[in-house]
């Protein structure tokens, strides 16, 4: 039961984190990121890629649940599609997190996943004709961020008792 209230508040948070979006060209900065690492750390990879995913569907269902209201499949084509579809990965890697982590995993961990979706956002923009490095500097300093962020929180969320749920 608290992992699936688990899943609806990471469905929230998602919500809720596209609305703080700064533009930086083609690919906003957004919380969006932090959100699915740390439900598929608090969730577990399974789950957390499932709110990820289910998430990912209302926006393609056309609900505007993505960074600055956006929503619709064409969003799935467009720069920023590559992030999209990284973003589930994320959480699957992230899943990987245990409570008895130190924060130096942790942060490799995190470091690895933000590290992914930049890989794998690049690459899209890359092969569309776009000048990736141009794109991701901008968002290599939130990347940095939102990972220590997540640390810190993962570790403040380890010393939690374990029946909160939520950390594994």
Known sequence: ML????????????????????AAGPVPITLQSLVVVLAGAWLGGRIGTAAVVAWLGLAAAGLPVLAGGEAGLPDFTEPSAGFLLALPLAALLAGSWRRDWPRLPTLGLMLGCHALLLAVGGLWI????????????????????????????LGLSARAPARWGMAR
Do not use: D, F, N
């Open 3 to 22: 992992r699936a209230l688990g899943a609806v508040a990471a469905l929230i948070a998602l919500i809720a984190a596209g609305r703080l979006a700064i």
């Open 126 to 153: 890359a092969l569309a004709g776009g000048k990736a490095l141009a794109v991701l500097t901008p968002l290599l300093p939130g990347a940095l961020l939102k990972s220590a962020l997540a640390t810190v929180l």
